[in-house]
């Protein structure tokens, strides 16, 4: 059993940067995807990034260019630095995690490990 734990989440001004980070614990095995999400009030739970054992990225195109993924494995680690922060990225971050290399298409209903998230919130 998967076991994620996210951190990192805070407040900023748009324009502003945050990390997030999330460790994983009980799995082992290769391959697979490790992603984040999130979810606004009201709105559904949207991919943001993802990135496969094979470090294969992929991103949302409402981040790219600003958000970058990348994860430690000595550490068990995922992270999403978030830069050129802007209030609509105002949302709770959840990390997930699958079995399998491919991290298309980076819906919620393919991942079936979840962290508790953590609240991000941009003021303008």
């Known amino acids: 059993q998967v076991q994620l734990v996210e951190s990192g989440g805070g407040s900023a001004q748009a324009g502003g940067s945050l990390q997030l980070s999330c460790a994983a614990s009980?799995?082992?095995?290769?391959?697979?995807?490790m992603g984040w999400f999130r979810q606004a009030p009201g709105k559904e739970r949207e991919g943001v990034a993802a990135?496969?054992?094979?470090?294969?990225?992929t991103y949302a195109d409402s981040v790219k260019g600003r958000f970058t993924i990348s994860q430690d494995n000595a550490k068990n680690t995922l992270y999403l630095q978030l830069n050129s922060l802007r209030p609509e990225d105002t949302a709770m971050y959840y990390c997930?995690?699958?079995?399998?290399?491919?991290?298309?298409?980076?819906?919620?209903?393919?991942?079936?490990?979840w962290g508790q998230g953590t609240q991000v919130t941009v003021s303008s």
């Open positions: 009980g799995y082992t095995g290769s391959p697979y995807c």
């Open positions: 990135i496969s054992s094979e470090d294969f990225t």
């Open positions: 997930a995690a699958r079995v399998g290399r491919l991290c298309r298409p980076l819906t919620s209903d393919r991942f079936n490990a």
